[in-house]
């Protein structure tokens, strides 16, 4: 039977999955690396760390299946989205990785937003430009760093850059390359009149094929220092978004996936592209190809914080330690009624992107009093963090018909009072994605895929699964509607608040 090796490159850490082609998991492996910020706003990573870890993640895969036969058929790759890898004409590495959680382009996202204009821009890409994403850095680099930007011979994406190291190829996917803000979301190519706006060379981008296409073979060099055998082949894989959709089985338009982990992810897929023209969500494309049954692309809407707010609580307010924290307060929670008794808590704590795209907003906690403790505190966060995903998923169904149901992923679904407060909210019965490592679960799919063992859009049905459903509450849904308008008025209310505290605390820190 043949087996298939994914790599999912993340944001703190890259995890490697061995399959067999029924999507069995026969061994898998991590190892972390760190993200730098040598200056405030900056978000930075080493691409060499990525392939080290690589490395030691495949060696414990290898370690493990030592006794027993292992033969791998192809490999599969997603990764972080949107960040920026620059080699120069011996492709050798100009620096440090700029990757997506980077702020300090906010200038050329405005300049960028100017100049193409709003509605432009979103119509030819499917979103808005934001900071971290590959068109903004690379326009802060032309500015701001031209010595290294004269050097540039090449541009790619972190998984693009981690299978240049597999391969020596140079490739990437619609997917991914959706997530540039350099791209024709339509045409699922490089849009030129973007790269003449913006001054860059298409050559120095990675020409643009199919996830599930095979992009090269595995080097000697690459198998030596992996410890597999030369010459597998290697897909193109796909964005981790659009991986962790496929390998949740989410592939048609009435299942929305919901993931609650740092961030917050609503995903829908859908079969042609409708844009928002208001820019407050994201349309990429997916990782399948576009067919009657396959939907090509998807909508996004995305949260700042989720399940960081859950984790502030735990460790800045509550003080509480140790692998049960998270289960010691969700038992003071369960013992509140819907509503927190009165208390309601804006998620904001690091800015919003959907729907309001503000990076100034902040977190607020609305109704406290002295008879408030650690169970109310609790419960409003769960909710205040279930309303945010309930504004952005209206803003989806404005755009595409409403799904029928919900799968939720992430380390928030492990929380069962979190999955009734999210049914209750959204009216809509919730399912727990019972597949740990959703992206790398697409990825080998994709591998699948790109030798012809399956269709991995319909094989994706059978490899997720699922916990039982849970069923909304009609009357506790009732009481979130009636609170859901004072939640959305405390932001408007007080969004210019939070700029003027902001201005006034950084004037008194530099007085």
Known sequence: ???????????????????????????????????????????????????????????????????????????????????????????????????????????????????????????????????????ATLRWLQQEDPGRWADVRAILLPKDYLRWRMTGEFHTDPSDGSGTLLFDVRQRDWSDEILTALEIDRAKLPPVQPSRAIAGELSQRAADALGLAVGIPVVTGAADTACAALGAGIVNPQTLLLTISTGGQLVLPTQEVHVDRGGRIHTFCAALIPGPNQPGWYQMGALLSAGMTLRWLR????????????????SWAETVSPGARGLLFLPYLVGERTPYMDPQARGLFLGLTASHGQAELVRAVLEGVALACYDAYRVLVELEREPNQIIMAGGGARSQLWQQIIADVFALPVQRLEVGEQSALGALLLAGGGIDLFEPGAMAHEWAAYGPPIEPNPQRHALYQEILPIFRDAYQKHCEDFRELQKICASASTG
């Open 1 to 135: 039977m043949s087996q298939l090796l994914a790599i999912d490159l993340g944001t703190s850490s890259v995890k490697v999955l061995l399959a067999d082609e029924t999507g069995q998991i026969l061994s898998q492996g991590s190892a972390e690396y760190p993200i730098r910020r040598p200056q405030p706003n900056w978000a930075e990573q080493n691409p060499d760390d990525w392939w080290r870890a690589t490395i030691t993640a495949v060696h414990q895969v290898v370690t493990d299946m030592r006794r027993k036969s292992m033969s791998i058929a192809a490999v599969g790759l997603s990764g972080q989205m949107h960040g920026v890898v620059l080699l120069d004409g011996r492709q050798q590495l100009l620096g440090p990785a700029i990757i997506w959680p980077d702020q300090r382009s906010q200038r050329q996202v405005q300049e960028i937003t100017a100049q193409i204009g709003a509605e432009r821009l979103i119509e030819l890409t499917g979103s808005p430009v934001a900071t971290g994403f590959q068109a």
């Open 315 to 330: 460790d800045e307010i509550l003080g509480l330690w140790g692998e049960k924290a998270y289960t010691q307060m969700t």
